[in-house]
């Protein structure tokens, strides 16, 4: 890692994303360091999905710079950083193999790998139950992975994602089809692994302003691939700047550190 450059995460300088005619992301630049959580907040096609996909490896940026855990994006075996780099996203739980337990699928995680089909040593046996053991599911073990629920395989997934110890935890709307008490039980333990003195960094990406736990301190706000407003999330979640984002006028409420929205009267939106 560079000098200087130790608690910093994750550094985005003028990133630039082009197919084709289209312009995806326009110079979004951010920087994450260690001890922030992050939300990466916006609409539907504001470029969410995307920057993910850039900061991954699986985009490739037209300009600009991407740094993760001080390296560079083009001068490192990224297969190798994904590692270092937990992911839980809706493409990886679709990519499971029905019949693998879960205190297999924790395993996977160390090697990066997708359908584990080798025998788990010792240790690694050893590490993922006490990993099922802080992801309150030791229950689960070994329970194939085509009956958990949605909102265990969740749990799982990021039980997976911490078996490499990542120094960075990726969740790609990791709310996405829980049912109400599901995903409030989930938001829950989300609270509880971010207080935690080892947790990884957090980057949690949503639409969604009532996932957003006082764990997390800062946000990220996209539109249309353009950073909108980005900081501390008091000075970021305001009426004004979700209005904007979603193009729609919004009121926004916060109580006992939780957030809802909700459309005001008809007026005039200023882009």
């Known amino acids: 890692m560079r000098a200087g450059k130790q608690s910093t995460i994750l550094d ?16 979004v630049s951010w920087r994450v360091h260690r001890e922030e ?37 083009g001068e490192t075996d990224w297969r190798e950083l994904r590692k270092r780099v937990g992911l839980v996203s809706s493409s990886v739980r679709q990519m499971m193999a029905e019949d693998e337990p879960a205190l297999e699928t924790v395993v996977s995680g160390k090697y990066a790998m997708i359908d584990y089909w080798g025998e788990p040593t010792a240790t690694d046996r050893k590490r993922a139950v006490q990993i099922l053991n802080s992801i309150e599911c030791p229950h689960l073990a070994t329970r194939p992975w085509r009956v958990l629920s949605q909102g265990e395989r969740q749990r799982v997934l990021i039980g997976r994602a911490l078996m490499a110890n990542p120094p960075l935890l990726i969740l790609d709307e990791p709310c996405a089809g829980l049912d109400p008490v599901a995903r409030e039980r989930f938001l829950q333990f989300l609270q509880k692994l971010g207080r935690s003195k080892t947790a990884p960094t957090l980057i949690f990406v949503t639409h969604h302003v009532e996932e957003i736990v006082k764990i997390f301190t800062h946000v990220l706000l996209l539109k249309d691939g353009r950073v ?6 008091a000075d970021v979640l305001t009426s004004e700047s979700l209005t904007r984002a979603f193009a729609a006028p919004l009121r926004l409420q916060s109580q006992n550190g939780r957030y809802s929205l909700s459309v005001t009267a008809k007026s005039r939106v200023v882009m």
Do not use: C
């Not at 985005?12 to 110079?27: P, Y």
């Not at 909108?228 to 999330?233: I, T, Y």
């Open 12 to 27: 985005v300088r003028s990133v630039r994303v082009e197919r084709g005619a289209t312009v995806i992301l326009h110079n």
């Open 37 to 73: 959580h992050w939300v990466i907040l916006g609409a539907n096609g504001s470029g969410k999905t995307s920057l993910l996909s850039a900061l991954t490896a699986y985009l490739s940026p037209t300009d600009g710079v991407i740094e993760v855990l001080g390296e560079r994006y």
């Open 228 to 233: 909108l407003a980005q900081g501390r999330k």
